[in-house]
């Protein structure tokens, strides 16, 4: 019998390492991806680069796990990390080694260094050996001190290491995230395709909305709508919340729904990691009453405003104070939640936010709109309409297909 279990395992392996890789883009995507970084590298004077964040691994290599040892055991350190030199176009990531199939399927690194143990002094010397050997040793040293991975205890031990060989460290967090603010067309067309998935999985919630369902429920109908069109998980939950007004970071909960409810369903379509965010709201069994038709209209315009205005080279504060000017002439400036949008694209747990955003509002803000960006922009009196935008030469453009307006369901 003990034989037969060895062959069958080693038969289960066998088949696993038959499987091609299925990379999210091509190789020489990637590629221009690492020259960016590199260019970056130069432009902010670091020689070597830990990248260390899973959105940043991802986004530099493809590799995608569901686990990064964020709040690990002590015994267990996140010390997985991709490490990139200004002077080399070699990718070196460093991992362990039960996770050497799942890098070879999902990641186009030139080299994988995989580690035997998960022991903190063992795992680190060995990283530490290895760049040592290639001479990277040296120099001015980058770390994402904004990223959750590694956790405190863990990076101050990297820094105090690379310190102790002779590097001088410092954060290269807006680094790291600045190379990917403007997007390929490739990752575009995964945004859209991501923004479709979110359509299906709204169609499916309001298509199932009945009262006496629990928020649960709905958010069931909507993830599973999602499933059903090639969406994968979101980096954060995928709230579904009622009431009288939409509490924003809800979970969603055992509450039942009633007729009249107010539905506020606020998930990202996610394919091959790529983020796009579209918010509605629902009444449920109930006509929407005057004054929620008009709170709808007054948010979509807002979406009309920006998508007209917000050019390439166009200082983003003039087309926000247009916004607010708007918002003020409606009457509902200061009975508004929040106006603005924040950078969409490659997350991963625990959250889908980019570095970039802008808020209606801030005059202080001194960027300009690019080709490129995406971004959601939540339109919020009340009730939240949001939707992911494009911008593009000639202005920018929503990615759903539903209509900007309050819907009924049930």
Known sequence: MSEALHRYVA??????????????????????????????????????????????????????????????????PPLQCTVVHVDSDELVHFDVAHHAELLRLCSVADHFRLADADGPREY?????????????????????????VPNRATSEVVQAALEGAGCTVADASTTVRGVRRVKSPAEIAKLEQAAAVCDAGLQAMQAALRPG?????AWA???????????????????????????????????????????????????????????????????????????AEIEADAFRLLCTLAK??????????????????????GLHNWNGGYEM???????????????????????????????????IVLYPMIDTVVFEEGGARTLSRLPLDVLVAG
């Not at 040592?132 to 904004?146: N, V």
């Not at 390439?312 to 400036?333: C, E, H, K, M, N």
């Open 11 to 76: 038969s289960a392996y066998e088949q696993l390492s038959a499987r091609e890789p299925s990379y999210s883009f091509t190789r020489e995507e990637y590629r221009a991806r690492l020259e960016r970084l590199r260019a970056a590298m130069a432009r902010d004077g670091f020689d070597l680069l830990l990248v260390s964040s899973p959105d940043a691994m991802c986004w530099l290599h493809g590799y995608q796990s569901r686990w990064y040892k964020g709040h690990s055991p002590t015994t267990w």
């Open 124 to 148: 680190l010397s060995f990283i530490l050996d290895d760049l040592r050997a290639r001479g990277w040793l040296r120099g001015r040293a980058g770390m994402e001190h904004w990223s959750h």
């Open 213 to 217: 369902m629990t928020e649960l429920e």
């Open 221 to 295: 109908a909507l993830t599973s709508g999602m499933a059903a069109h090639g969406g994968e998980p979101a980096a954060l939950h995928e709230s579904v919340v009622a009431g009288p007004i939409e509490l924003g970071h809800a979970w969603a909960s055992t509450r039942k729904l009633e007729v009249g409810d107010v539905v506020c369903a606020d998930p990202c379509g996610v394919v091959d990691r790529y983020h796009a965010n579209i918010e509605r709201y629902y009444v449920l069994g109930a006509e929407p009453s005057d004054e929620l038709r008009r709170l």
């Open 312 to 333: 390439p080279g166009v200082p983003v504060r003039d087309v926000t104070r247009t916004i607010r000017a708007f918002l003020q002439d409606s009457g509902v400036w």
């Open 345 to 379: 694209g490659c997350s991963l747990p625990p959250d889908w936010v980019g570095e970039w955003h802008f808020t209606v509002g801030d005059d202080d803000c001194e960027d300009v709109f690019e080709a490129g960006v995406v971004t959601n922009y939540e339109s």
